[in-house]
């Protein structure tokens, strides 16, 4: 006789892991993004100062997040190690830290001539005197002349293995059919690219405020546009996968689209409606910045609640 099972939300994954998927995809789409679009869009040495250094930042104050949530610190020691994939090459979190260190490295060696170049990263009197020491700038020169374009490849695979990871890390958990299923990558690293297309789109419209980058941020809306669809066509399929599984998917179902969270802030306010501005602003183009802003920060947030959601209708099933 099969014992009797009783469905309970899971609470050790809460908004701290939602946050550290989040930064990780994020960070990690946006270095990437940056370095392709330098090297074969357009030269753009904002793009790659804004990308590379943000992405860094992202996928360290992440990493940071999820170190100081370990129960044995210690034992971080061991996925540092790049043996690691080898030793359990189903150990998703040993393949996560090897790309992200592996990103993190990569894209700032690639962003050093930049850098190095750069008047205002020289303003600050740390980085000032670091970025003129004689070993930088020759690595920066070798970089700019002869590796550029490898290290940009490397960082850039580095980093779309960033963001399938954070996705297949949530899949490997078995017992939470929300997270079990072949989905979730998919659905993470459309995300991840998503809003790190929004927050680029933020950079230029913000900070960077040039005419000449109209057609590029025309390009990132068209992209944008892209992957919202492509969300919404997997969140639909999600409903449909979860609406006809196991009892614990279906109660993550009911949890997640009787939500108003989940219905009204993120596929609303996070899909919905950064979509129709951006549809807009490409048929007839805004006259005004503000509208595209908004657009991408409703995309910023609606990222991080799609994690959010995910964590908090985590439901498991055990015996009673």
Same mark, same amino acid.
């Given at each position: 006789?099969?014992?009797?099972?009783?469905?309970?939300?899971?609470? /050790?994954?809460?908004?701290?892991?939602?946050?550290? &998927?989040?930064?990780?995809?994020?960070?990690?789409?946006?270095?990437?993004?940056?370095?392709?679009?330098?090297?074969?869009? @357009?030269?753009?040495?904002?793009?790659? &100062?804004?990308?590379?250094?943000?992405?860094?930042?992202?996928?360290?104050?992440?990493?940071?997040?999820?170190?100081?949530?370990?129960?044995?610190?210690?034992?971080?020691?061991?996925?540092?190690?790049?043996?690691?994939?080898?030793?359990?090459?189903?150990?998703?979190?040993?393949?996560?830290?090897?790309?992200?260190?592996?990103?993190?490295?990569?894209?700032?060696?690639? $962003?050093?001539?930049?850098?190095?170049?750069?008047?205002?990263? @020289?303003?600050?009197?740390?980085?000032?005197?670091?970025? @003129?020491?004689?070993?930088?700038?020759?690595? #920066?020169?070798?970089?700019?002349?002869?590796?550029?374009?490898?290290?940009?490849?490397? $960082?850039?695979?580095?980093? &779309?293995?960033? #963001?399938?990871?954070?996705?297949?890390?949530?899949?490997?958990?078995?017992?939470? $059919?929300?997270?079990?299923?072949?989905?979730?990558?998919?659905?993470?690293?459309?995300? $991840?690219?998503?809003?790190? &297309?929004?927050?680029?789109?933020?950079?230029?419209?913000?900070?960077?405020?040039? @005419?000449?980058?109209?057609?590029?941020?025309?390009?990132?809306?068209?992209?944008?546009?892209?992957?919202?669809?492509?969300?919404?066509?997997?969140?639909?399929?999600?409903?449909?996968?979860?609406?006809?599984?196991?009892?614990?998917?279906?109660?993550?179902?009911?949890?997640?689209?009787?939500?108003?969270?989940?219905?009204?802030?993120?596929?609303?306010?996070?899909?919905?409606?950064?979509?129709? /501005?951006?549809?807009?602003?490409?048929?007839?183009?805004?006259?005004?910045?503000?509208?595209?802003?908004? #657009?991408?920060?409703?995309?910023?947030?609606?990222?991080?609640?799609?994690?959010?959601?995910?964590?908090? #209708?985590?439901?498991?099933?055990?015996?009673?």
């Amino acid at each position: 006789m099969d014992a009797t099972m009783s469905y309970q939300t899971q609470d /050790i994954w809460t908004t701290w892991f939602a946050v550290y &998927l989040y930064l990780g995809g994020l960070g990690a789409a946006t270095l990437a993004l940056a370095i392709m679009t330098n090297m074969y869009i @357009k030269p753009h040495k904002e793009i790659v &100062l804004w990308g590379v250094l943000s992405g860094v930042a992202m996928l360290a104050g992440g990493s940071a997040l999820l170190f100081i949530h370990l129960l044995n610190h210690i034992a971080a020691w061991h996925v540092l190690v790049p043996t690691a994939v080898f030793n359990k090459p189903d150990a998703w979190i040993a393949w996560g830290v090897q790309f992200i260190s592996g990103m993190m490295i990569l894209g700032l060696l690639y $962003a050093l001539p930049t850098m190095v170049a750069s008047e205002g990263l @020289k303003r600050f009197p740390v980085v000032g005197a670091i970025l @003129k020491m004689g070993i930088v700038v020759g690595i #920066a020169n070798l970089v700019d002349h002869k590796l550029s374009k490898l290290l940009g490849w490397l $960082a850039a695979l580095c980093g &779309l293995g960033t #963001a399938v990871y954070t996705g297949l890390l949530l899949q490997s958990f078995p017992a939470v $059919a929300l997270w079990n299923n072949p989905g979730v990558p998919v659905l993470f690293t459309v995300s $991840a690219f998503s809003t790190a &297309l929004a927050y680029l789109l933020l950079v230029l419209n913000v900070f960077v405020q040039r @005419k000449e980058d109209h057609g590029l941020q025309s390009l990132y809306e068209r992209l944008d546009l892209g992957l919202i669809v492509a969300e919404m066509i997997i969140i639909f399929s999600f409903y449909n996968y979860l609406r006809h599984s196991s009892e614990s998917a279906m109660r993550s179902a009911d949890m997640l689209f009787s939500n108003a969270g989940w219905i009204v802030g993120f596929i609303g306010f996070g899909l919905v409606v950064p979509f129709l /501005i951006e549809l807009r602003g490409l048929v007839s183009h805004w006259q005004s910045r503000t509208p595209i802003v908004l #657009a991408a920060v409703l995309v910023l947030a609606g990222g991080f609640l799609l994690r959010h959601y995910f964590m908090f #209708a985590g439901v498991y099933a055990c015996p009673s």
